[in-house]
T-cell receptor, first 112, second 114 residues
Framework: DADVTQTPRNRITKTGKRIMLECSQT?????MYWYRQDPGLGLRLIYY???????NKGEISDGYSVSRQAQAKFSLSLESAIPNQTALYFC???????????FGPGTRLLVL | AQSVTQLDSHVSVSEGTPVLLRCNYS??????LFWYVQHPNKGLQLLLK??????LVKGINGFEAEFKKSETSFHLTKPSAHMSDAAEYFC????????????FGKGTRLSVIA
């Protein structure tokens, strides 16, 4: 079984809809991250959490919210989706700044 | 501000020839540096990392990178490219002080021509 799983893997939604992307990990890591990837822009950090009671905004948090339901679960919500949120979204886990981050397979989101 | 720059957005090499993917970071105290690879329709996988031990770091699949503090560089190399090396490569930096998250470069797409 994969260490970091994301659901759904693909999603098409309409402008204005609320959607949630979910991430689960079996690595036992405290830190979890949400990134979005756009062509030519690399990965940009949306939100990150160092433990269940700690949530921090990343570089591009506007229009997004997160919930850390447990050490193993970190979900990303788009309250009212807009077309420029069309992107590939990755969840990742890690244990510290010097440690490897482990990435999920990604969720491809299309907002019409 | 902390930053990392990948100097080429796209590199194309012939199979069997050397690969060089360039990365520079903004000057800082004791960074940790990583290279990740992303194959088409896949997540990111760690290739190698530098965390203040040996400056020449060996990774998976024959890749290696050298940390050069004087040049603030961490270029990725491989002596002989294989078709399976075609992918997107990301240089990533972490500053070891505090809890600053990783900073990703914009990526370099490597094409390998038969």
């Amino acid at each position: 079984d994969a260490d970091v799983t994301q659901t759904p893997r693909n999603r098409i939604t309409k402008t204005g809809k609320r959607i949630m992307l979910e991430c689960s990990q079996t690595k036992g890591h405290d830190r979890m991250y949400w990134y979005r990837q756009d062509p030519g822009l690399g990965l940009r950090l949306i939100y990150y959490s160092f433990d269940v009671k700690d949530i921090n905004k990343g570089e591009i948090s506007d229009g997004y919210s997160v919930s850390r339901q447990a050490q193993a679960k970190f979900s990303l919500s788009l309250e009212s989706a807009i077309p420029n949120q069309t992107a590939l979204y990755f969840c990742a886990t890690g244990q510290g700044n010097q440690e490897t981050q482990y990435f999920g397979p990604g969720t491809r989101l299309l907002v019409l | 501000a902390q930053s990392v720059t990948q100097l080429d957005s796209h590199v194309s090499v012939s199979e069997g020839t050397p690969v060089l993917l360039r990365c520079n970071y903004s000057s800082s105290y004791s960074p940790s540096l990583f290279w990740y690879v992303q194959h088409p329709n896949k997540g990111l996988q760690l290739l190698l990392k530098y965390t203040s031990a040996a400056t020449l770091v060996k990774g998976i699949n024959g890749f290696e990178a050298e940390f050069k503090k004087s040049e603030t560089s961490f270029h990725l190399t491989k002596p002989s490219a294989h078709m399976s090396d075609a992918a997107e490569y990301f240089c990533v930096v972490s500053w070891n002080s505090g809890n600053t998250p990783l900073v990703f470069g914009k990526g370099t797409r490597l094409s390998v021509i038969a």
